[in-house]
């Protein structure tokens, strides 16, 4: 079945180091969504990317749609203690007429900053 | 405006019993959906429903139940919980459906729920 793989599952940075993490689909995708999870929290969610190589700046967050549309990627540059938290990933397929579909969660990659 | 809703927040329950969650949404979205999450497994979808009586089953849906009376409700049964149902449970509203434009999902804030 259809499945999204998020790597890597922990990161440990310095507070000021970049962070990055990637989401990859066996199927093609018509969107992907970005979420973030703070501990103890709920996902909020952060960005939707919808065309090929599409790439969307939110402030120190750079998210980038592969061309093919099978990868995506969140890069945060310079990071806080506030980005602590998990970041998932969630892939959209659609069917055929694009009527319904499947929108499928990463596992998430969390991140610790350490001041 | 309250957004989204879910009781109880906290939950310990005997193996075998019923148990319903529930979740409560004031934007009068169409779609709601109930995931559950759990250490190396991520979100993973029980249920979700496209409008008030409308359901559909999502990855993990044996051993729950929904139903959808009325819009802004949606409340997740497990009819007899085992301990493998412990986790913690989330609900979501979405204004829109999947194929038919932005559906980003609103987050409850959860329902840990742990079966002895």
């Known amino acids: 079945g259809q499945q999204v793989m998020q790597i890597p599952q922990y990161q440990h940075v310095q507070e000021g180091e970049d962070f990055t993490t990637y989401c990859n689909s066996s199927t093609t995708l018509s969107n992907i969504q970005w979420y973030k999870q703070r501990p103890g929290g709920h996902p909020v969610f952060l960005i939707q990317?919808?065309?090929?190589?599409e790439v969307k700046k939110q402030k120190r967050l750079t998210f980038q749609f592969g061309e093919a549309k099978k990868n995506s990627s969140l890069h945060i540059t310079a990071t806080q203690t506030t980005d602590v938290g998990t970041y998932f990933c969630?892939?959209?397929?659609?069917?055929?007429?694009?009527?319904?579909?499947?929108?499928?969660f990463g596992k998430g990659t969390k991140l610790s900053v350490k001041p | 405006d309250a957004g989204i809703t879910q009781s109880p927040r906290y939950k310990i329950t005997e193996t075998g019993r019923q148990v319903t969650l529930m979740c409560h949404q004031t934007?009068?979205?169409?779609?709601m959906f109930w995931y559950r999450q759990d250490l190396g497994h991520g979100l993973r979808l029980i249920y979700y429903s496209a409008a008030a009586d409308i359901t559909d089953k999502g990855e993990v849906p044996d051993g729950y139940v929904v139903s959808r009376s009325k819009t802004e409700n949606f409340p997740l049964t497990l009819e007899s919980a085992t301990r493998s149902q412990t986790s913690v449970y989330f609900c979501?509203?979405?204004?829109?459906?999947?194929?038919?434009?932005?559906?980003?999902?609103?987050f409850g804030p959860g329902t840990r729920l742990t079966v002895t």
């Open positions: 990317l919808v065309k090929s190589g």
């Open positions: 934007w009068s979205h169409s779609y």
């Open positions: 969630a892939g959209l397929t659609l069917n055929y007429g694009g009527s319904q579909g499947n929108l499928i």
């Open positions: 979501a509203s979405s204004e829109s459906g999947i194929g038919t434009g932005a559906y980003e999902q609103y």
